[in-house]
């Protein structure tokens, strides 16, 4: 029953926040208005709830944010569709274990509540928060995340760059990394890109292609408008992604 909309980036360069994914947003969420926003993943959750609301409202949808409810879960159970920002993926997955919201959302997704993530929330969807290439300014109860895919995303994805001098770790070079120690495939999610999940269909739309990784094979490109199901099946089976 999961649907998920799980976006790189909440802007892309020259327009405004959400604006390159309104209309897709307006599509996935149908005549659901109630939405519970979750803003942890910024220090100043005033600030940025009070940004979404202004844009969800835009949508036409009723908004409440998570920080300005007295009992979380009860909240997660009356919403229609949860929204998890961007920000700091550690923080974020600290707040979420401090609140005691992992199960909740887990539970919600799974019975049909709507998800939306951008960058941080979209990790967060994922199996662990590994794939983030955030400072760990907080430390988690845990790195294992809400599961909702069996799968990893890399959002805000950068090609490297052949005439750069930076010595430093490319983006393609750390989920090499990630692949030597772990199982889920990864995938390069570039800004003004979005993952739709639903129906045992993983969609890649917007305006890129992706980059997916796999453990012991090389990097394959996908072009936008492919359906990426391969990924929601076990590792083993979902070879011919990479053929």
């Known amino acids: 029953m999961s649907r998920l909309l799980l976006i790189s980036n909440s802007t892309v360069h020259g327009r405004g926040y959400l604006d390159h994914v309104e209309s897709e947003i307006r599509d996935f969420v149908e005549n659901r208005t109630r939405v519970l926003f979750v803003p942890y993943a910024l220090h100043d959750r005033r600030a940025y709830s009070a940004q979404a609301e202004h844009r969800l409202h835009d949508l036409g949808c009723e908004f409440t944010s998570v920080h300005d409810v007295s009992n979380a879960s009860r909240a997660i159970e009356r919403s229609e569709v949860i929204f998890i920002g961007g920000g700091n993926t550690f923080r974020l997955l600290d707040e979420l274990y401090k609140n005691n919201l992992i199960e ?9 509540t709507l998800y939306i993530g951008s960058s941080a929330g979209s990790i ?3 199996p662990s928060l ?19 895919v069996p799968f990893q995303i890399s959002p805000h994805y950068l090609d490297p760059d052949p005439t750069s001098t930076h010595m ?4 393609e070079q750390r989920i090499k990394q990630f692949l030597e120690e772990n199982e889920e495939a990864v ?10 999940v639903e129906q045992n ?3 890649l739309k917007g305006l890129h292609s992706a980059r997916i990784f796999r453990k012991s094979v090389p990097p394959v490109e996908i072009p936008s408008g492919t359906n990426l199901s ?4 076990p590792q083993e089976s979902a070879a011919g992604l990479v053929a």
């Open 104 to 112: 909740p959302i887990r539970r919600a997704v799974r019975r049909g």
């Open 124 to 126: 967060v969807a994922c």
């Open 130 to 148: 590994k794939t983030t290439k955030d400072m760990p300014v907080v430390q988690p109860t845990s790195f294992e995340a809400l599961r909702l």
């Open 168 to 171: 430093g770790e490319t983006q």
């Open 187 to 196: 995938v390069g999610l570039r800004e003004g890109s979005f993952l739709r």
């Open 201 to 203: 269909a993983v969609l």
């Open 230 to 233: 391969e990924l929601l099946e």
